[in-house]
């Protein structure tokens, strides 16, 4: 029995690929802005959040302030 070739070069994760297709089809500054607004959509979901879970907090207290 004969044992399977080693790769020599790695495989590429995903995001690596989604990377490298970016970078062919958009300039840099295309990268640049799509990457901010992700980055912002993802500072709105963790604001959203927090928010949610401020309110719950405070309900939480005024319930037992009002038993």
């Not at 995903?14 to 607004?37: D, H, I, K, P, Y």
Request: charged content about 30%.
């Amino acid at each position: 029995m004969q044992a399977a070739p080693v790769r020599a070069t790695a495989i590429p994760s995903f995001t690596g690929a989604l990377r490298a297709v970016e970078s062919l089809l958009m300039s840099g500054g295309q990268r640049t802005a799509r990457r901010n607004a992700w980055t912002s959509v993802l500072e709105d979901r963790r604001r959203a959040k927090d928010r949610t879970e401020a309110e719950r907090l405070l309900d939480e207290a005024l319930a037992a302030r009002t038993s």
